[in-house]
């Protein structure tokens, strides 16, 4: 392959990592649900931030736009090229260099696994706080670039609250090292939160410092069946007010509840069918959490009436069942097709009303497209997964969002906005905000090297081609 890029980048980090064979670069070229795909200029792996710094010099001499790449299980498209982009992937840095197990702190690589981090600091009793269904390939640069938030967000709060320190390299090679220091910094501009919910767009982070919270030893898990989604909203109130220690509260709806089911052949937990599911999960240093979940029964109205139902998880094993019934929506959804996923907030009072009317926002778009919601109860934070839009996924996005925009909520929870949304950032960003950004933007990236086309359209622009082939 005759591509100029390609020799400077085997030059910084060696002939083995730079991958230019189109099987070899597949795996990093589409993105986890496969609705999102570019190939690549090439796929470089540096092992370190001086490397890091090297490549990105070497890409802005060329011109060369770049994508950051953690596990590629981003949903929004942000992690994949869109098409001449090379792709810089973060997986070889990803070294435990210390777990501090009084402090409560890692420092480790930004190309570390969420499986691999938690695997290392549950030796000392301690976990990454932010927890999600992809913890096996999600990386914490990744988790960090895209702000994360998953299962536990109201007990321990997002991505960005477990960064206690961070090394980035920006895109014309400027090292900023924020990784030691102390807890308590207010001496100028945070650039560590800044970089939370980036995107891959301000700089590519490398290494991390960040908080760890006790793996607690008693849990206990619940789920719910409630009659309408203003019962399971005030169930979940009820479920905060009670519990000091609540480390989940999520729901689903029958027909995701069917789709998981005929997936993974799990059993129904009730014999008739709930408008809504809530799943909750207490942890605590001590060993009442049973009781404690009983207790909490008797205090729900009611409840053994027929006009709710509860079930408790007596162990592990059956804790991990009633989770895989709320987990497991994302890959059975994958099973039936490439889904345009929307990730949206909603302000909770207003949630029976979005429910009500997001089916007709959807068919009104795409008649025998099906909607299957779940999500983060407690942040008020819905999946919304569309099937079947085949052809019309921009027409039932911008449907979604626009009622979303309608009812005061967030186009994008947590997930970011990636390429999928970024047409849509004005719908629940103010012009002067979009501004704000774009100043940014243009501060740390003013050649428009890291991400063209993450969260703003027209930073998109025409990039080398890749070299011809022999
Ligand atoms: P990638 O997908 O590789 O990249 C994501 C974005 O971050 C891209 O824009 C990329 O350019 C940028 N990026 C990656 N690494 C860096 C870096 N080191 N420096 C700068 N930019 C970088 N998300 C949630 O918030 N909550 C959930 O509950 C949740 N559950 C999920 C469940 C499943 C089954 C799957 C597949 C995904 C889920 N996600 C969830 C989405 C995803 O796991 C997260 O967004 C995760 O944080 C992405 O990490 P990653 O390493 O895979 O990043
Ligand atoms: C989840 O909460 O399971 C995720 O954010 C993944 C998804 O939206 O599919
Ligand atoms: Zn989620």
């Not at 098409?83 to 480790?108: A, F, K, Q, Y």
């Not at 999520?250 to 599911?277: I, K, Q």
């Not at 994958?334 to 207003?350: F, H, M, Y």
């Not at 009303?353 to 008020?380: K, N, Q, W, Y």
């Amino acid at each position: 392959v005759n591509d100029p890029l390609a020799a400077v980048l085997r030059e910084i980090v060696g002939t083995q990592n730079v991958l230019v064979d189109p099987g070899i670069r597949a795996a990093f070229e589409t993105d986890w649900t496969r609705r999102f795909h570019g190939v690549s200029r090439c796929v470089v792996r540096p092992g370190s931030a001086d490397e890091v710094a090297m490549v990105l010099r070497a890409c802005a001499a060329e011109h060369a736009a770049v994508v950051p790449q953690g596990g590629n299980t981003g949903l929004v498209g942000g992690g994949v090229p869109r098409g001449g982009e090379v792709v810089l992937s973060l997986l070889r840095i990803d070294g435990i260099e210390h777990i501090d197990p009084h402090l409560g702190e890692v420092t480790c690589g930004a190309g570390l696994t969420l499986g691999a981090l938690n695997e290392a600091a549950g030796a000392h009793g301690l976990r990454l706080g932010v927890d999600l269904a992809a913890r096996g390939s999600a990386t914490v640069g990744g988790m960090v670039a895209t702000n994360a938030g998953g299962i536990n967000v109201l007990r321990y709060g997002m991505m960005r609250s477990q960064v206690l320190g961070f090394e980035a390299v920006l895109a014309n090679g400027s090292v900023i090292d924020r990784l030691e220091g102390p807890a308590k910094d207010n001496s100028g501009y945070d650039l560590g939160q800044l970089l939370a919910g980036s995107e891959g767009t301000l700089a590519v982070i490398t290494r991390l410092r960040l908080r760890l919270v006790p793996v607690l030893p008693h849990s206990a898990v619940a789920l719910f069946g409630a009659p309408t989604p203003e019962a399971a909203i005030d169930l979940a109130q009820r479920a905060r007010a009670h519990f000091d220690d609540l480390e989940a509260a999520e729901f689903f709806l029958p027909e995701g509840l069917d789709l998981v089911r005929h997936h993974t052949g799990a059993s129904n937990p009730f014999r008739r069918r709930w408008a809504m599911y809530v799943l909750f999960e207490i942890a605590s240093r001590k060993p009442d959490v049973l009781e404690r979940f009983a207790e909490f029964m008797d205090t729900v109205p009611g409840l053994g009436e027929g006009q709710m139902d509860g079930t408790f998880a007596q162990d592990a094993m059956d804790r991990k069942r009633l989770w895989a019934l709320r987990e497991r929506h994302t890959e059975a959804i994958n099973s039936e097709g490439v889904p345009v996923k929307l990730d949206v907030a909603i302000p909770l009072a207003r949630l029976p009303r979005f429910l009500d009317e997001v089916r007709g926002a959807v068919t009104s778009f795409a008649p025998s497209a099906r909607a299957i919601i779940f999500g983060h109860l407690a942040d008020a934070n819905l999946h919304v997964n569309i099937l079947g839009a085949d052809g019309h996924e921009e027409a039932v996005t911008g449907s979604v969002l626009r009622l979303v925009a309608a009812l005061k909520g967030s186009i994008s929870a947590e997930h970011g906005i990636g390429i999928a949304k970024s047409h849509w950032l004005g719908l629940t960003r103010s012009p002067q905000d979009i501004a704000v950004m774009r100043a940014i933007k243009r501060a740390l990236d003013p050649e428009g090297i890291l991400n063209p086309g993450v969260i703003f359209t027209d930073t998109a622009r025409p990039v080398t081609p890749p070299a011809r082939r022999r």
